[in-house]
């Protein structure tokens, strides 16, 4: 166990406030969605804070997750369950990408995704508060991430995926201790069982945003890209958006941060990326809605932002909104091409989510939202590893005459 996680302590939570109504919940005790049926948000008192620890304070820890403790929610340190949550790299994307195209590559975190961000502090929040059944609806890495820390604290999992979800995400979520379900159905009607489930108290929820603690674990993106750019944030950043968890986590910490004065308010441009075959939030953003609608009969090849509904639609729409960003849309084609951009040009391997964001960017500087100078964070929420590659059939008989020539 790494050093900041040594000592025992107490955190700066005082309260949770419902993100539509503002109406105040108690900390300390479990919750899930609000009464107006939105999500909670986790609030801290942040003068206290400010006096408990300084940016160089931060600095001078580990580089990883928890060096944040002070913005986080678990209140004791033997609750919180790691597995190694790294600070992950801003690496250049000169070629597919552009002079000032940097790619904050999740992949390599727990489980492969950054969905191990959200986890393990909804896990470590949940084994804090007693709950010992856990069921979740994902299309893939949310549940894996799930499975992994859940079991490494003996918390009981039952997942419930689409039955297309990539095989590989099926497996592993089985392979790391869960019970896994291929459901015939999207992510939607995946989380309707769970939420029957849960009704019956037979599980704790932990669909996207429908637990408050996950947003808090996705808010570490905000901060970690605060301390990379020496407290300055970048000119716009692209986000795979499905549930939006992640933008939304972002959003959070920058307001947290400049609170504690450790930013300025100036705020990048957020840009809700989402593929065109499942495009809820575009739609909405585009048609001035504070809600967005189910997209019916979603498809595309980025799993991991095929969500037809988002339980925090207004809260995706108002950053997007606030920031002067816009949500996007991009075609599979596209998403395709830009992974095998990155991989050819750049030796980056994207995941198709990522891929998403590269188009985007693209698609973005070719319409004037953005220009070259710009300084631009795209996000590759999973290791390009997780998904299917073009097949290298050649092979070579030893046993031949070689022609070096045509190798
Ligand atoms: C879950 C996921 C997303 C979408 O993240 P949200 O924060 O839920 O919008 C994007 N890409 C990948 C690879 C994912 O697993």
């Excluded at 948000?41 to 804070?49: E, M, N, Q, S, T």
């Excluded at 809820?280 to 090849?301: C, K, L, M």
């Excluded at 698609?363 to 996000?379: H, I, P, R, S």
Aim: charged fraction near 25%; proline fraction near 5%; aromatic fraction near 6%.
């Amino acid at each position: 166990m790494n050093q900041n996680l040594t000592t025992d302590r107490q955190t700066f939570v005082t309260h949770l406030e419902c993100s539509i109504t503002g109406e105040r919940y108690e900390a300390d005790q479990l919750h899930g969605l609000s009464r107006a049926g939105r999500p909670l948000l986790v609030r801290y008192d942040l003068d206290a804070v400010r006096s408990a620890v300084s940016r160089d304070t931060i600095e001078a820890r580990p580089t990883d997750l928890w060096r944040w403790r002070e913005l986080l929610p678990v209140r004791h340190t033997s609750n919180i369950v790691s597995l190694g949550e790294i600070e992950t790299p801003l690496v250049p994307l000169t070629k597919s990408g552009g002079p000032n195209v940097l790619v904050k590559d999740e992949g390599r975190l727990p489980t492969g995704s950054f969905k191990a961000r959200g986890l393990v502090m909804a896990v470590a929040m949940a084994k804090e508060l007693g709950v010992t059944k856990i069921a979740m609806p994902t299309n893939g890495n949310a549940g894996a991430a799930l499975a992994a820390y859940a079991t490494r604290c003996g918390i009981e999992t039952i997942v419930f995926c689409p039955d297309d979800t990539p095989e590989i995400n099926v497996r592993e979520i089985a392979m790391q201790g869960a019970r896994v379900w291929r459901v015939n159905g999207l992510i939607d009607d995946c989380g309707a069982i769970v939420g029957k489930g849960a009704a019956e108290g037979r599980w704790f929820d932990f669909s996207t945003l429908k637990e408050p603690y996950r947003i808090e674990g996705k808010k570490t993106m905000g901060l970690e890209l605060a301390a990379q750019f020496g407290w300055k944030l970048p000119d716009a950043i692209f986000y795979p958006t499905g549930g939006g968890t992640g933008l939304i986590g972002m959003w959070k910490a920058f307001d947290e941060l400049e609170t504690l004065g450790w930013i300025g308010s100036e705020r990048p441009k957020m840009f809700a990326v989402q593929a065109s075959g499942c495009a809820p939030i575009v739609r909405a953003f585009e048609a001035g809605e504070e809600h967005a609608e189910r997209w019916e009969d979603a498809s595309t090849v980025a799993a991991g932002i095929r969500v037809p509904k988002a339980v925090g639609d207004f809260l995706i729409l108002r950053a997007v909104r606030e920031s002067g960003g816009q949500a996007l849309a991009v075609g599979d084609p596209a998403i395709l091409k830009a992974v095998d951009a990155a991989a050819k040009q750049d030796g980056l391997l994207l995941c198709p989510e990522g891929g998403a964001t590269l188009a985007a960017y693209h698609q973005a500087l070719n319409t004037g939202l953005v220009d070259e100078d710009d300084k631009v964070v795209l996000f590759n929420c999973a290791t390009g590893l997780k998904y299917p590659m073009p097949e290298a059939p050649q092979a070579l008989d030893r046993t031949r005459p070689i022609d070096f020539d045509a190798l």
